[in-house]
């Protein structure tokens, strides 16, 4: 039975380690977000560079293209697709990989969280409030081979092809250049002077503020301000003014009053003396 290295590369947690990051935060532009439809990119959609060939604290250089046969072989869905993990933790997936293709020497990838998995939108949360984490590759060594750098000397193991199973979400990553450029926050864009313009999108915002748990509850809330959609309309300055007085009855002039007085009088008269 051939035994297999299994790698990962999550920055090592040694009592008295220091490893300095010097990160150059770059957001991504719309042409790089290949996966996103149109738009409406969806909130919990998250992009930036999962593996580089930058020396890691580890000290491992990953060859551009090593996981290139790993990604057409597993694929990004089923059961032995690539998965997207919290942590490099088997049993908490975070939602699913969009998009995994080099650019370059380097690995980019695009995945959404699943926001209504618990977990998942903790994890969210904490990556939104710091704006933005690293990627962090599993994979099993396949070819390697040992080299020594020129100036200073140090011994680096040179990877060039492993065998690609998942990318998680850390706080920090082995490869510092390993991170988000893009992190996707409906109410930040919205701040921005971003505009909700269908229902799916204020679904989303719902969620996304911590109004509604998941896209279901923000749907039947959705739902229920239609019903009563006439709360929250916005009424026009003229229905504001104060209504115009209904004019008073007529009055008739004395003169006229007098005349009937005295023309009913007669008539009065006629018909008691007949």
Not at 70 to 90: E, V
Request: with cysteine; net charge negative.
């Amino acid at each position: 039975m051939k035994s297999r290295i299994l790698m990962t590369k999550e920055a090592p947690s040694a009592k008295g380690m220091v490893i300095e990051c010097a990160i150059n935060f770059a957001s991504a532009s719309d042409t790089e977000l290949k996966a996103a439809v149109g738009d409406d990119i969806p909130e919990g959609y998250v992009a930036g560079w999962a593996s580089t060939r930058d020396l890691d604290s580890y000290g491992h250089v990953v060859e551009a293209g090593a996981f290139t046969d790993a990604i057409t072989k597993r694929g990004l869905s089923g059961p032995k697709g690539i998965k997207f993990l919290k942590g490099h933790d088997r049993d908490w997936p975070i939602g699913v990989i969009k998009l995994l293709e080099y650019r370059g020497d380097r690995l980019w990838i695009e995945a959404q969280f699943e926001l209504s998995i618990s977990y998942a939108r903790d994890l969210w949360l904490a990556v939104k409030m710091n704006g933005g984490m690293s990627f962090s590759v599993g994979f099993f060594l396949q070819d390697y081979d040992w080299k020594v750098t020129a100036d200073p000397e140090v011994e680096y193991l040179y990877i060039t092809k492993g065998d690609l199973f998942e990318v998680s979400v850390v706080p920090f990553a082995g490869n510092e250049e390993a991170v988000m450029t893009y992190v996707k926050d409906a109410v930040k864009d919205a701040e921005k002077g971003g505009v909700i313009t269908t229902p799916s999108q204020f679904e989303k915002a719902l969620v996304a503020a911590g109004l509604c748990k998941n896209r279901n509850d923000a749907h039947a809330a959705v739902l229920l301000m239609k019903k009563h959609s006439a709360l929250f309309v916005t009424k026009d300055d003229d229905s504001l003014e104060e209504p115009t007085p209904e004019p008073p009855a007529p009055v008739l002039d004395p003169e006229q009053m007098t005349a009937i007085y005295m023309h009913l009088q007669s008539m009065k008269a006629i018909l008691t003396t007949s």
